[in-house]
């Protein structure tokens, strides 16, 4: 498991530093828009075993929509024919109403609301929260906000997993992920510290922060991105399922993978509207 969480990381991260690093305009997004797409699917996967199983494809249209929503570009061709202040409170009203229409043209009535708050949960969970991702790539020096997201999250994931694996004594969440523990957590922070700095030296990562901001907020990515970490462990225990899927060997599907991401760039989007 180890040596194939290793072998996975060694074509993930170039890739995804290649993607972020040339990808302008549309291209970012859409890429996004893929990831929130199979995460969805893997996600009302997991939840479709209940006893009332989820509105499957209406939520992954709806997701990838909120994703698609905040892309100012693609907003502008919108602008002559709709006031781009509503484009949020429509999808959020589409998103409702047609659900609960939805669950009115099914045979099946039990478990009518179970049904709904799962599929309102997918899309809020995945396609409004990773949409964050790409309002941060188009605000100014989005490409490095987004840079410090991918790799604070990486960097902190990677020292939790192997502090907390040759350390680790006191779990953190034992009901929820027995194998994470507090020394785990604690290295993981420290190593968010640690990269962190990176962007605020002269390198091709720069941002405005100065020593002082870069910290607390590298602190709250990774808290945060832990987060993330365990509320996807959460879902997936009461789902019964390791793994939101197979689809890379060693690191489960694309939800396991970005559930840190998740919050990690909500974290820094608000950061950044609010004090740069």
Wanted: charged letters at 10%.
């Amino acid at each position: 498991m180890l040596k194939q969480r290793v072998l996975t990381s060694l074509w993930y991260v170039p890739l995804g530093i290649v993607v972020v690093w040339f990808g302008r305009g549309p291209g970012f997004t859409i890429l996004i828009a893929v990831l929130g797409i199979l995460a969805a699917i893997e996600f009302y996967r997991m939840v479709a075993n209940a006893k009332a199983p989820p509105l499957t494809y209406f939520g992954i249209i709806w997701t990838a929509l909120f994703i698609l929503s905040r892309d100012s570009g693609l907003l502008s061709q919108l602008a002559p024919h709709l006031n781009l202040s509503l484009v949020t409170p429509l999808l959020l009203t589409s998103a409702v109403v047609i659900s609960l229409i939805g669950l009115l043209a099914r045979q099946r009535r039990e478990g009518a609301l179970t049904s709904w708050v799962w599929t309102m949960a997918g899309i809020l969970y995945i396609g409004w929260l990773l949409g964050h991702l790409v309002a941060l790539r188009g605000l100014s020096n989005g490409r490095n906000w987004v840079f410090l997201v991918l790799f604070i999250t990486w960097v902190s994931d990677t020292a939790a997993f192997f502090i907390g694996r040759r350390f680790g004594q006191h779990k953190l969440a034992p009901s929820i992920s027995p194998g994470k523990t507090w020394e785990g957590a604690i290295g993981g922070v420290g190593g968010a510290i640690v990269m962190s700095l990176l962007f605020s030296t002269s390198t091709p990562f720069q941002l405005p922060l100065s020593y002082q901001q870069a910290i607390p907020l590298s602190i709250l990515v990774s808290v945060f991105g832990q987060i993330g970490d365990l509320i996807e462990s959460l879902i997936k225990r009461n789902m019964g399922v390791k793994d939101s899927s197979k689809l890379m060997p060693g690191h489960g599907g694309i939800l396991d993978r970005i559930d840190s991401i998740i919050l990690a760039g909500v974290v820094v989007y608000y950061y950044v509207i609010w004090t740069m």
